[in-house]
């Protein structure tokens, strides 16, 4: 199942966590990671829920290793499609912005 | 405690509280991370900051994770990894059940809205009913010192002389208080003048209630003695009619008539003693005054317990009776008894409010054994899916889950749908209810919505339980082998036609309730009140106090003039109390030349020259008034028939001297009819009659009665009467109504109870009848089979009908005779309003039974109608 609706930010910052911590992808590392990036305390339930939401979506999967306990997560393709669409739309935004030469308001 | 167990203990319930809202099947991996970062944590910052942290992380997650559940029972997800796995979030299962439900209730919207309106009317009604006589009957009273009031005996007839006379000495008791009612007329500025319901008081009643203002003062010692200020204190109410302004306190108000300073406003919520009151005065008590209508109020003195204030009351009659001489059946002294304030006050209302709500909770339960017998039909219906289900491993459990969620969201459904009636039709109830004065008390709340929800979601579990078992016991696996086998039968129904007898005797129950009570109000209407009630217009009117007696005569006679000449009316009249008003006004009389006899009371009124002919009372000897009788000529007076008979029995009363206490004794011209002086269903009594025109004393309130031509007159002719009066300066209209209105509230709440109980028992016919309808219909799709094959063999289908219609009639006549026994058993409760006629009436009970089993004919009769129609070739090959 996959959805055309954009990535919100925080799916976004998840499934870039996902892809950041490789092998590794499991909820606290996960967590830990977005932690580690942001600057901001991130909520274990707020990560396992845009997970599951993401899986349901058909952009990332989740599997056990046999005999391991831990459930790993990896971006499936559509979902690499998605971010790379998020990323070209937030650059088109971005483009010809210089927030240095704008007026700044009190 | 050592650190390491208090280490352990706070963390220990955030991680249960993470750990009942994570899926079973994630739950170990995500608890085994969070306490190895919390070690960790523990480790460099130290335990306090972890702790913090673990908290932080729990309360920020749980949203999410509930969030999570609900949307993966709702939509069935079950992520990759966990499907070797199982165990889903908490409460999984019931969300699926509830998707499960709702699609079920969606793809059967006939079930469905059946079955949610039907328990929404057993809701709604009950909810509203509650609502309503919830204040009066269970609310506090607004009075801080409620529990300690008491009313003394002998209300509303208490003078101003014996409450004087007691005030200084009252034993056991905190302070006393005595009040009566007395209608005030307001004028200000233009406007026209209006009469306020009000209470005339001594100082201490707002101190005996426990009760004080919201702006201003209450009243206090001296506000009743001669010479003091005259003071009023008002209700919240009419402080907001009239501009709502703290600056109103001491203001003057122009009341009956007179300059009153407004020295406070009571709180809103507050009423004494009842809701339409709108203010309150403190009236100069006269020691010398022996007549009075005053109710005596009383806060017991601190320890003093109801029970034990017989002694007291035993000094207090004492002291009655040394300073009074009482007549027979007026002793204040032998019927000393003292009641709880709420008692008082509202006890008159509580059993035609209590029948209502309990006949309301009937057809709530009629309802409710509908929507059980709808359900189990469904269930029924599904006994071939449900057994493949559970053949397939769901277990027992889980199908019984299905139908409780199922009841529970019709509950929830029915609930919202209930209070939505319940405010639709709130007004209406109101209405139908004999509230008295708490009817503008009665408003629509949010309690109205807790308690819709609350009552539906009792009547869930309760449909819920009797469905869950049903399924719990049901043979599945015998099902599906008859499934296969084209076997006839499925479940027998028993419990089906258990509910469908339940809910015809609760029907049969406020069918006869209904039946009773028309043949009491059928026997009331036959009662002859001795005035003829058609064609009387009625205005009752108040004149100010401070008017003198001489310029309150030229008004009444210049207003019967007036009355008179409208077109439509033949006579106009006036009397200081209306017939069939309830008891008041009896004074004592003694007969010239009999001073053997014991001194006693009879009805008096005062009345006006066309008094008897307007109000069709019919003269059986001698004359009554005419032009000829005035002022400064003889005092004559007009017995009734029961008046003669008592004192002058065996020979004529005619001219005849009573005395009353004007000076010189009256004469006796004429003898009337008896008229129902008191109340409708009242004895005879003896009641006199003398003329307005020859009395100094005429009553501040007054009613105008108008006899017309034509009897639909009496009612156009009221608005005219109307600006008649309001022609005129320090008279205010009270009420108009008509003679024909005054006597069906005679009646007492008889009336509107049985329009309620008509009501009522309409809907439990209704909902009966659905009943009977799903039982037969379903009886009859499962025997479909049967039908086609017998028919096919050559049975006719006329006997198909009769077989079915013969199940109906059985089901009725069972569940009527269930009733008949029932109603026998409860009548007892009926009996305050029953009137001419036996609890166990047999026409009453017999009508009843006719109706619901003509009912029960017709509704099995369509189900049957379908049976006879059915075609052997498409049922065989549908099987």
Known sequence: ?106 | MTRTASRRSAAALPLSLLRAMLPVAERAEVLEDLVAEHAERAAANGLRQADRWLWRQVVRSLPALIKRSWWRGWSGFEPRANRMQPGGPPMEGWIMDLRFAVRRLRTRPTYALIAILTLALGVGGTSAVYSIIRRPLWEPLPYERADEVVQFWNSRDWSEAEFVMLRPDMPAFRTVAAHRPEDIILERDDAPARLLPGISTSAELFEVLGAGPMLGRGFQAGDDLAGAEPVAVISHGLWQELGGDASLIGQRLRLDGAERTVIGVMPRGFWFPDPAVRLWVAEELNPENRSGNYTLVGGLAPGQRLEAMAPALNRITTALGEQFDYPEGWDKTRNAALTPLREALVGSLRPALLATLAVMALILIIASANVTALMLGQVDGRTTELAVRSALGADRMRLVRQVVVEALLLGTLAGLVGALLATLGFRVMVGAIPLGAWAEQASIDWPLLATAMGVATVAAVAIALVAAVSVWKGDLRGALVRARTSGIGGRGGRLESGLVIAQVAVAMLIAAGAALLFRSVDNLYAVDPGVDVQGVAVVDVAIGATTPPPERRRIITEIIRQLGEIPGVSSAAVTQKLPLRGSGDNWGISVVGRPDLPSSTTSFRIVSWDYFSTMGIGVREGRVFDQGDRLDGELVVVVNQALADKYFPGESSLDRQLETGFGSPERIIGIVDNAAEAALTDEPAPARYMLFAQLPYVAEAQTFVMRTARPADAETVLESAQSVIRGHSGIAVQEATTMRRVFDRAMGPVRQVLSMFAILSAVALVLGAVGVYGVISHFVSRRKRDWGIRIALGLAPARVMRAVVGRGVWLMSVGIVVGLLATVAVARLFGSFLYGVGAADPISLATASLALLVVGVAAAAIPAWRAGRTDPLLVLRDS
């Open chain 1, 1 to 106: 199942m996959t959805s055309d609706a954009p990535l919100g930010v925080f799916e976004e910052q998840v499934m870039l966590g996902v892809i950041r911590t490789g092998d590794e992808a499991y909820g606290m590392n996960v967590r830990r990671e977005l932690e580690r990036v942001t600057g901001r305390e991130v909520s274990i339930g707020a990560v396992y829920a845009t997970l599951d939401r993401l899986e349901a979506k058909g952009l990332v999967t989740s599997r056990r290793a046999p005999g391991g306990a831990r459930r790993t997560f990896a971006v499936m393709r559509p979902g690499m499609v998605m971010l790379a669409e998020t990323r070209a739309i937030r650059e088109r935004l971005w483009r010809g912005i210089d927030l240095a030469r704008l007026p700044v308001l009190a």
